[in-house]
């Protein structure tokens, strides 16, 4: 054994403890799609952007998820969402809705114009990625995109997640961009 190792606190343990506690971090809603022959979407607010030469950006996503299985096709699109599409971020959060191409009824979509994929409409944003890397992430896998397409930002403001709750965030329209 490592003699750096430190033996994890009790709390580590408790999973509903550290899942609260990872909810602290408040962060935004996207959605991650697939395309092909068996669409898939799923809401996931682990995404960022990577690397800015080549651009890179990163999703998070659980090994038991279908979206886990679907993203060997090697292409996805990640639309991040407006405040207003709360109703987007729980259908494609659900586990009853349907899978394949029924699970996107009723959904503002079109098909991304360099690989099909989904993306969601009236988001602040999206891309089309394709697969560049993967690596382990504990049970999750941490699936790295470059981006091959994106649309300009919108002027809405942004879905947020934060202790375990969709938030609007709202703009005043007098903030100074970085």
Known sequence: MDSDWIAPS???????????????FASGVSV????????HAMTATSF???SLDPPLILICVGRSAT????L??????VSVLASTQEQVARQFAS???PLGSPQFDGVDY?????????????ALTRFECELWSTCEGGDHTIFI??????DPPGEDGALLFFRGHFHELTLERTATPI
């Open 48 to 50: 960022t952007w990577v």
């Open 145 to 150: 995109g470059r981006v091959l397409s994106l």
């Open 72 to 77: 060997s096709v090697g292409f996805f699109g």
């Open 10 to 24: 009790s709390e580590m343990a408790d999973l509903k403890l550290l899942r609260r506690t990872f909810g602290m």
């Open 95 to 97: 586990t009853w809705r």
């Open 110 to 122: 079109q098909p991304g114009r360099l690989t099909g994929v989904p993306l969601i409409g009236g």
């Open 67 to 70: 979206m886990h299985r679907s």
């Open 32 to 39: 991650v799609t697939v395309g092909g022959t068996a669409p």
